[in-house]
Structures are given as C-alpha cells and as structure tokens.
C-alpha cells in the first residue's frame, strides 16, 4: 500500500503531541521515557533485540528500554516467574507452532498477553495464557462452561489462538499487524490502515487504541529478556519435580480429580495445577476427548487406571 499525503496523518500526530504527559503505570506509560544507559550500551542492546526480530517489525527506542527495564530492575521477581513458567509452556507451545509451520516468534505474544499464567483473567473478562474472550474461544472450538473453561487449556487455548492469528495474518497481510490486531481486533487495525493510507504498523500505530500503540513495544521486551536474561543476572527457578516434567493424554470419560490423586497418589492441588480448564474437580465427558496433564512419572500408571478401571468399551482405551 502506498503511502499518500493525508491530512488524517498530521491530525492524528497532533491529537497524541496534545495528550497530557501523565503515566499511568509502569507498564503501559503515555510517553516514551529517555534512556536510562549510556548509548553505547543501548545500540548493543538494539542489535541483540533485532537479531532476534524474525517475523515481527521490532524497532528499538526508549520506550522499548522502559520495557526492558521493567523486567530487569523494577519487577526482577515478576520477571523471575515468568522464566520459571516458560520452561513448562514454551515446549508445548513452540510444540503447535512447528506443527503449523508458524513462526517461533508468536509465542512471546503468551507472555504480554498473561505473563504465561494458564489461569490469568483480566477485567474485560479474558482468561488464559492468551487471553481469549468467551466468544473469540468459541468460535475457535474451545468449550466455556461452568464445568470447564478450555481457555485454560494450555493445549487447546494454544491451538485456538494460533488458528486466530492465522486469520489475522491472512486478512491483514503482516505478522507485526495480526499481533496488534489480536490486542484490538482485526477492524480496528483495518480502519488504521484506511486512514494512515499505509500497511506498515509504525505509520499507522497512531490511529490504533492507545494500549495497542505500545503493544509491539511489549513485544520488543519480551523478546529481548526471554532471550538474554542471564545478562541481567536474571533465570527461572527450578519447577516442582511433578509441574517440570509431564506428559498429556487425551480422555474421553467422566473422571473425578480426587479420584486421580488417590489412585496415582499425588496431591490433588498438583493435578489442579496442570488441569486449570476443569472449574469442578472432574474431566466432563466429552466424545472427541478432553486433554489430561500429569506427572510424566505417573502416567503409565494412570492409563493402567483408566483402561482398567474407567474405560467400558475399547474405543475409549488410551
């Protein structure tokens, strides 16, 4: 799309130069901050942050430092969690993301979008890694019910959301706008495009809502201490033994969580954990199958439970 002369550009410039410089929050802050490092730190730190760019238009400025160090000074315990949480998220999301072909680069939206926390729940009512409003998940397969909430299916809120962004991407033409489409919607970031005259997200961020303006900007940090926090001194805790390693299966009749827990004997808040989506302490039946997620070390003995003692008919063996 090529760009033209628009007098919708110079007034969209001046209705954000007019905004009062009041911050909010550290996280989403109205104006761009100075840097804080010298500038020969700060153009290394550009260049590990674009040598990690991929798919997604990350530009560096001080903005993207203000984000940065939210992450490495301000909230390092936040932070800490974060790379705790990755080790057991990344692998089944980076998992989806290969199957599909799709860019590795995708999953840093789950740490924006929830600080890779599968039980997150914001105030407009969105729950999950990705935070998936009820209609959007929906519409993507995802049941949301007052027995389950798939949202917080790690497995299937992932394959939702991804089938999401491809439609994005498809309809908008760029990765770098599905991403800020996924935090708006895809109309808005139409209508942005309409009246910047442009298809570049730089250009047209300035007609976007103001949380989307600074969403790549969120990208851009993520990306960078995902990627280099051992240079701030930064890195994961060790997971519980039985949240660490696990394996998933996939079952087709009902099943009471505390049964599990008594039969594998493990601690049924340990099942809870890795199972956020079953809102009632039991797997509801479901003949296309709900997924299960134990300890790698119990689940041979968990599928000599359900064959055995849950399954009546072949078909539903595992």
């Given at each position: 799309?090529?760009?033209?002369?628009?007098?919708?550009?110079?007034?969209?410039?001046?209705?954000?130069?007019?905004?009062?410089?009041?911050?909010?929050?550290?996280?989403?802050?109205?104006f761009?901050?100075?840097?804080?490092?010298?500038t020969?730190?700060?153009?290394?730190?550009?260049?590990?942050?674009?040598?990690?760019?991929?798919?997604?238009?990350l530009?560096?400025?001080?903005?993207?430092?203000?984000?940065?160090?939210?992450?490495?000074?301000?909230?390092?315990?936040?932070?800490?969690?974060?790379?705790?949480?990755?080790?057991?998220?990344?692998?089944?999301?980076?998992?989806?993301?290969?199957?599909?072909?799709?860019?590795?680069?995708?999953?840093?939206?789950?740490?924006?979008?929830?600080?890779?926390?599968?039980?997150?729940?914001?105030?407009?009512?969105?729950?999950?890694?990705?935070?998936?409003?009820?209609?959007?998940?929906?519409?993507?397969?995802?049941?949301?019910?007052?027995?389950?909430?798939?949202?917080?299916?790690?497995?299937k809120?992932?394959?939702?959301?991804?089938?999401?962004?491809?439609?994005?991407?498809?309809?908008?033409?760029?990765?770098?706008?599905a991403?800020?489409?996924?935090?708006?919607?895809?109309?808005?970031?139409?209508?942005?495009?309409?009246?910047?005259?442009?298809?570049?997200?730089?250009?047209?961020?300035?007609?976007?809502?103001?949380?989307?303006?600074?969403?790549?900007?969120?990208?851009?940090?993520?990306?960078?201490?995902?990627?280099?926090?051992?240079?701030?001194?930064?890195?994961?805790?060790?997971?519980?033994?039985?949240?660490?390693?696990?394996?998933?299966?996939?079952?087709?009749?009902?099943?009471?969580?505390?049964?599990i827990s008594?039969?594998?004997?493990?601690?049924?808040?340990?099942?809870?954990?890795?199972?956020?989506?079953?809102?009632?302490?039991?797997?509801?039946?479901?003949?296309?199958?709900?997924?299960?997620?134990?300890?790698?070390?119990?689940?041979?003995?968990?599928?000599?439970?359900?064959?055995?003692?849950?399954?009546?008919?072949?078909?539903?063996?595992?």
């Open positions: 799309m090529n760009r033209l002369l628009n007098p919708a550009i110079f007034i969209g410039a001046l209705s954000i130069l007019c905004q009062p410089l009041i911050a909010n929050n550290l996280d989403t802050p109205i761009a901050p100075s840097f804080s490092t010298p020969e730190e700060a153009t290394t730190v550009k260049k590990r942050l674009l040598a990690k760019a991929g798919v997604i238009d530009r560096y400025d001080g903005l993207v430092q203000h984000y940065i160090e939210s992450y490495t000074v301000r909230a390092r315990p936040r932070a800490g969690r974060i790379l705790t949480r990755a080790q057991q998220y990344f692998p089944i999301i980076e998992k989806y993301l290969t199957e599909q072909g799709l860019p590795n680069e995708l999953k840093y939206m789950a740490v924006i979008e929830s600080a890779l926390n599968p039980t997150a729940l914001s105030d407009a009512g969105a729950v999950g890694l990705w935070q998936l409003m009820p209609a959007t998940a929906r519409h993507y397969g995802l049941q949301v019910n007052d027995k389950i909430d798939e949202r917080k299916d790690v497995h809120a992932t394959q939702a959301a991804l089938k999401y962004l491809v439609h994005l991407k498809e309809k908008l033409g760029s990765w770098t706008l991403i800020a489409a996924y935090n708006c919607g895809g109309g808005k970031v139409l209508k942005a495009m309409r009246y910047s005259y442009s298809d570049d997200f730089w250009e047209l961020r300035m007609f976007l809502p103001k949380q989307t303006q600074y969403y790549i900007h969120k990208i851009a940090a993520a990306v960078y201490v995902m990627n280099y926090h051992n240079l701030h001194d930064l890195s994961p805790k060790d997971a519980d033994y039985f949240l660490q390693f696990t394996k998933v299966t996939k079952v087709y009749k009902e099943l009471n969580l505390s049964n008594r039969a594998l004997d493990i601690p049924i808040e340990v099942i809870e954990r890795l199972n956020p989506s079953y809102t009632k302490q039991y797997v509801p039946y479901n003949k296309e199958g709900n997924f299960l997620i134990l300890p790698k070390v119990k689940m041979s003995r968990f599928i000599t439970y359900y064959n055995l003692m849950i399954a009546r008919d072949p078909a539903d063996y595992i």
